[in-house]
C-alpha cells in the first residue's frame, strides 16, 4: 500500500512552459484535493475532485486545470507557467469528506524561471 | 471561516511534554478542531481531532476548554522526531455547508525539540 504518490519530485520549468504533475492513490479514496504551499506558509487549496468525472475549484484555480478520469488518478495541468507558480505542490486524498482523514503525498517541488 | 491563532514557536526538550496552544474564539458548534503536523520535507500527517471532550490518540491527547474557544495539543514525551509544523485546523461537519472536507491552513507552530 503505497498510499499518495507524486511525480516528479523536483522541477524547472521556463515561463510559459507547461507540464503535468502526476497525483495516484491506491487507498481506493473518493476525495482528492491538490494544494500548493509557498514559502513559509500553510497551504492553500487548488481543485478537488469527489469522484471520477467530478472537480471543483478550491481558493487559488487561477492558472491550473485538472482532470479525473479514474478513482486513482487526479493530475494537475499548468498549462502557461509562471514565476507566481513557484512553490510545493500536495496531493492528498480522504475517503470521505469533512472529518475524514486526509492523506498526502510527498509533494512536488517546483521552480518557475 | 471560523479562524485559529497559534504561536509562531516553541521548544521543548526530548523526552519533555509539550503543550502546544491554539485559540479559536469565533469556533461554531459545528467546528471540529483537527490538528495536522508538517515534518521537514514532507506532506502534512493527521494527528488528532475532537468536537467537545478530550481525545487521546498513540501520537497525541487534545484538551478542549469548556466554552471551546480554545484547545492544547499535547505531546507526552517528546522526541526529535517530533520536530514538525503543528496545525490547528477546524473542519465544519457537511452539515455546515462544505461538503468537500476543506482544510484550511494557517502557518501553525514550530516545534524544536532539542536532544
Known amino acids: 500500500n503505497a498510499g499518495v504518490t507524486q511525480t516528479p519530485k523536483f522541477r524547472i520549468l521556463k515561463i510559459g512552459q507547461s507540464m503535468t504533475l502526476q497525483c495516484t492513490q491506491d487507498m481506493n479514496h473518493n476525495y482528492m484535493y491538490w494544494y500548493r504551499q509557498d514559502p513559509g506558509m500553510g497551504l492553500k487549496l487548488i481543485y478537488y475532485?469527489?469522484?471520477?468525472?467530478?472537480?471543483d475549484k478550491g481558493e487559488v484555480p487561477n492558472g491550473y486545470n485538472v482532470s479525473r478520469s479514474t478513482t486513482e488518478d487526479f493530475p494537475l495541468r499548468l498549462e502557461l507557467a509562471a514565476p507566481s507558480q513557484t512553490s510545493v505542490y500536495f496531493c492528498?486524498?480522504?475517503?470521505?469528506?469533512?472529518?475524514?482523514?486526509?492523506?498526502f503525498g510527498p509533494g512536488t517541488r517546483l521552480l518557475v524561471l | 471561516d471560523a479562524k485559529t491563532t497559534q504561536p509562531n514557536s516553541m521548544e521543548s526538550n526530548e523526552e519533555e511534554p509539550v503543550h502546544l496552544p491554539c485559540n479559536h474564539s469565533t469556533i461554531s458548534g459545528t467546528d471540529y478542531i483537527h490538528w495536522y503536523r508538517q515534518l521537514p520535507s514532507q506532506g502534512p500527517e493527521y494527528v488528532i481531532h475532537?468536537?467537545?471532550s478530550n481525545v487521546n490518540n498513540r501520537m497525541a491527547s487534545l484538551a478542549i476548554a469548556e466554552d471551546r474557544k480554545s484547545s492544547t495539543l499535547i505531546l507526552h514525551r517528546a522526541t526529535l522526531r517530533d520536530a514538525a509544523v503543528y496545525y490547528c485546523?477546524?473542519?465544519?461537519?457537511?452539515?455546515?455547508?462544505?461538503?468537500?472536507?476543506?482544510?484550511?491552513f494557517g502557518q501553525g507552530t514550530i516545534l524544536t525539540v532539542h536532544p
Open positions: 485546523i477546524l473542519r465544519v461537519f457537511p452539515g455546515g455547508g462544505t461538503s468537500y472536507g476543506k482544510l484550511t
Open positions: 475532485s469527489v469522484g471520477a468525472g467530478i472537480t
Open positions: 492528498a486524498s480522504s475517503y470521505g469528506p469533512a472529518m475524514e482523514t486526509q492523506y
Open positions: 475532537g468536537l467537545t
